[in-house]
């Protein structure tokens, strides 16, 4: 049995990591993979329910440290229910969004700094790092720009996920520079992407970087 493999997709707002995870789990299944994918806040029934907790515009007033500390509490229960499983079954795992969310967003862009991110990661997730991230990072405005768009078609057809949409820019600048600290310093991990070019392209780069990581796997 093949050993199992950890991916995660990160990236801002509408910056089409989503759709990215959607077509490798494809890929990969054509190739005869067996794939679980999720995502963060959610996947499970408890990380459903902090995920409209901490998404929905309503919830208002929420401290960093607890935004924080929910983020983890979601963490901890896709890590046990899904994560493990699948990897222990052999499974390519892949997962919208992780620690590096929580680092960018909550670190960056609410201000709590990455030292304290990473002490809780290491008391809620132990050593569980992905094998490699994908960090879909094209332009700011692009990003923005897109991820307003699908707000305001959610407003009228779906639930409401707009409680950090409704962020001024500054604080997506501090995410976008979080994110590229953590790419320089995990530059084994992580892969940046900043391709503004169509979703195939970005899509055969992708499944060539991940072939490539496979493939090194059993060599
Ligand atoms: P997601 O559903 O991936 O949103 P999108 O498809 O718009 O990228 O993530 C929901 C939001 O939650 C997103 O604005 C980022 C935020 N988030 C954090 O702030 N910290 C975290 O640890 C995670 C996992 C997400």
Not at 32 to 38: A, D, L, Y
Not at 45 to 52: L, Q
Not at 136 to 144: G, I, K, T
Request: glycine content about 8%; some cysteine.
């Amino acid at each position: 049995m093949p050993r199992g493999f950890f991916i995660t997709f990160e990236g801002l707002d509408g910056s089409g990591k989503s759709t990215q995870l959607r077509l490798l789990a494809r890929s990969l299944q054509e190739r005869g993979r067996t794939v679980t994918t999720t995502r963060q806040p959610g996947g499970t029934e408890i990380g459903d329910r902090i995920r409209a907790l901490l998404l929905h515009s309503i919830t208002q007033n929420v401290v960093p440290l607890a935004e924080m500390a929910l983020m983890f509490a979601d963490r901890a229960q896709s890590i046990q229910q899904i994560i493990i499983p699948a990897l222990a079954e052999g499974q390519i795992v892949l997962c919208d969004r992780f620690t590096d969310s929580t680092e960018a967003y909550q670190g960056g862009g609410r201000g709590l700094g990455s030292e304290r991110v990473l002490a809780m990661h290491h008391s809620v997730c132990g050593d569980l790092w992905p094998d490699l991230t994908l960090l879909m990072l094209p332009d700011l405005d692009a990003s923005l720009a897109r991820a307003r768009r699908r707000n305001l078609r959610q407003q009228t057809h779906g639930a409401d996920e707009n409680r950090f949409e409704a962020e001024e820019r500054a604080f997506y600048e501090r995410v976008f520079s979080a994110y590229r600290e953590i790419a320089t310093r995990d530059h084994l991990r992580v892969v940046t992407i900043e391709d503004n070019t169509s979703v195939e392209a970005i899509e055969q780069r992708i499944l060539a970087i991940v072939t490539d990581r496979l493939t090194q796997l059993r060599t």
